[in-house]
């Protein structure tokens, strides 16, 4: 059965640094790892879908790399910013055969310090 | 852009009466879910639906749970007889095609539900 971890849980960093943040499944079986951003009792904004065949995908100052073999995603954002605080979560389709049953991670609680 | 809308933001329930959340998916999209996260926890699949059907659910999704898309925009989750652990948020998403290899879900802003 796929798991999916995030560490770490929660992370505090100075504004304008460059910061990884980790995702690991124990299936490396996958279509795709979706990252996604949650504010603080709001809803869930995609950030990348990284395809299986892709090793990274890009969108801004955010990176995200796959690596199936090992089983990890990486979310690497540059030039980190207040607003940039929120958790991030990953999240990956449940089996090669089902149709969009996401596995989530328990996220990484972002905080950027001005 | 087109997006995912849920309605009500937040509801607030005494235990034991029925609940009807609402989403509206975009427009062109085919395949409709529904999520969960009670506070503190990870998102929960609960159950998809394509072509008036369900076509995948969780054993979360139990008798007291139904789904309905009851015209062409809106898709529907129901509780029919809340209990204290149902609050939660609850996570509507839609998506064009219905395999991972196909693209993403888009998932609306959700519906905070307090059961008392």
């Known amino acids: 059965k796929q798991e999916v971890t995030q560490i770490p849980a929660a992370l505090s960093v100075p504004e304008g640094e460059n910061l990884v943040l980790n995702c690991s499944f124990t299936?490396?079986?996958?279509?795709?790892l979706q990252w996604f951003r949650q504010d603080p009792g709001k809803g869930l904004t995609s950030l990348l879908l990284?395809?299986?065949s892709q090793r990274e995908q890009t969108s801004g100052r955010l990176n995200a790399s796959l690596d199936k073999s090992s089983g990890r995603s990486t979310l690497y954002i540059a030039a980190s910013q207040p607003g940039d605080s929120a958790t991030y979560l990953c999240?990956?389709?449940?089996?090669?055969?089902?149709?969009?049953?996401?596995?989530w991670g328990a996220g990484t609680k972002l905080i950027i310090k001005p | 852009e087109p997006e995912v809308t849920q309605t009500p933001s937040h509801q607030v329930t005494q235990m034991g009466q029925e609940v009807i959340l609402r989403c509206v998916p975009i427009?062109?999209?085919?395949?409709f879910y529904w999520y969960r996260q009670i506070l503190g926890q990870k998102v929960e699949f609960l159950v998809s639906f394509y072509n008036n059907e369900i076509s995948e659910k969780s054993e979360i999704f139990d008798d007291q749970f139904s789904v309905e898309r009851p015209d062409g925009s809106n898709f529907t989750l129901k509780i029919r007889s809340t209990k204290l652990e149902d609050s939660a948020m609850y996570f509507c998403?839609?998506?064009?095609?219905?395999?991972?290899?196909?693209?993403?879900?888009?998932f609306g802003e959700g519906s905070r539900l307090t059961v008392l």
């Open positions: 998403a839609s998506s064009e095609f219905g395999h991972p290899t196909s693209g993403e879900l888009f």
């Open positions: 427009s062109n999209h085919l395949y």
């Open positions: 999240a990956v389709p449940n089996d090669m055969d089902s149709n969009y049953q996401l596995i």
């Open positions: 990284i395809q299986s």
């Open positions: 299936d490396s079986a996958i279509y795709n």
